[in-house]
């Protein structure tokens, strides 16, 4: 097999262009082709009646789903409400009273570790 050279390449992609050109529709045509819609096809009496039962069915599903009584915000209660209730709710009204004078616990420490302070 031989290699191709530039002008064995030239002369395909010629030949190749004049044989698009050949297939090719004329131009007019083209135009007056892409102007013109796509034809529908004849809507037939049960199609008609097939569609309007559809939207009756639509819009009678959504008027019963629309029925559902309105809540109001002040009368909306949170789904999590009970995991703010304390089981002790004294405990959180009031203030833990503290010892009036902090123990000294460094005695503690220092023998815990063997040594004295």
Known sequence: MSPVGDE???RLFEE???SDEEKAPPFRMLL????SGPRLAPI?????VAAAAAILAVAVSL????RQPAVRVGDWKAPTDFLLEAPYPGLLDSTPTLPEAVPDYS?????EKGTTP
């Not at 008027?63 to 629309?66: D, E, I, K, Q, T």
């Open 16 to 18: 190749r262009r004049i």
């Open 107 to 111: 005695l503690l420490l220092a023998t």
């Open 44 to 48: 037939g009496p049960a199609r008609l």
């Open 8 to 10: 064995d390449l030239r």
């Open 63 to 66: 008027s019963l789903f629309r």
């Open 32 to 35: 007056t082709r892409g102007r």
